[in-house]
T-cell receptor
Framework: GAGVSQTPSNKVTEKGKYVELRCDPI?????LYWYRQSLGQGPEFLIY????????DSGLPNDRFFAVRPEGSVSTLKIQRTERGDSAVYLC???????????FGPGTRLTVT | DQQVKQNSPSLSVQEGRISILNCDYT??????FLWYKKYPAEGPTFLIS?????DKNEDGRFTVFLNKSAKHLSLHIVPSQPGDSAVYFC??????????FGKGTHLIIQP
């Protein structure tokens, strides 16, 4: 079956701009996670959804970052007033339920110039 | 402070031999541990996991060992194959929290 998909695969934006990153989880997976991976580091947890609600957003670095999952499937990570330090690969993962293995998408490489 | 540590940035192993990747953690509340494999420009791929109530889990060529008293886990790959060359991430979780990852170990399988 289809895995987790993320669009766009690459995004280059200017400092100060707004960006949206999209994640399509595996069909039927109720839990959805966002991570950020910087060069030479492991993925860093940002936020996770159980259904439509954000169950834990403790990893979001500041209030410029926001994520939604309005219908309990597709999720969008939104970053306002982007900064050069936001440049990273943003990974999305889904799981059939919390407490199980997470399956990752290919990521979106964000570059802020 | 890193809660999950992979102290070897890279490891080189001959094809056919055993590869042993190590991981240490500091948070005794972690109750589930996972290993992921990552190729360049791809997302991490789930390999194998272990619950904190077990000390060993095996799946084909991959075995994960957990030593709770030492807060240490390891991934054994035997026999190692060229396709195993990748970056391996150790990850841990407490309850339904998001995963906490180590920095990864780059495994190189030499012919």
């Amino acid at each position: 079956g289809a895995g987790v998909s993320q669009t766009p695969s690459n995004k280059v934006t200017e400092k100060g701009k707004y960006v949206e990153l999209r994640c399509d989880p595996i069909s039927g997976h109720t839990a959805l996670y966002w991570y950020r991976q910087s060069l030479g580091q492991g993925p860093e947890f940002l936020i996770y959804f159980q259904g439509t609600g954000a169950a834990d957003d403790s990893g979001l670095p500041n209030d410029r970052f926001f994520a939604v999952r309005p219908e309990g499937s597709v999720s969008t990570l939104k970053i306002q007033r982007t900064e050069r330090g936001d440049s990273a690969v943003y990974l999305c993962a889904s799981s059939p339920m919390t407490g199980r293995e997470q399956y990752f998408g290919p990521g979106t490489r964000l570059t802020v110039t | 402070d890193q809660q999950v540590k992979q102290n070897s940035p890279s490891l080189s192993v001959q094809e056919g031999r055993i590869s042993i990747l190590n991981c240490d953690y500091t948070n005794s509340m972690f109750d589930y541990f996972l290993w992921y494999k990552k190729y360049p420009a791809e997302g991490p791929t789930f390999l194998i996991s272990i619950s904190s109530i077990k000390d060993k889990n095996e799946d084909g060529r991959f075995t994960v060992f957990l030593n709770k008293s030492a807060k240490h886990l390891s991934l054994h790959i035997v026999p190692s194959q060229p396709g195993d060359s990748a970056v391996y991430f150790c990850a841990a979780r407490r309850g339904a929290d998001g995963l906490t990852f180590g920095k990864g170990t780059h495994l190189i399988i030499q012919p």
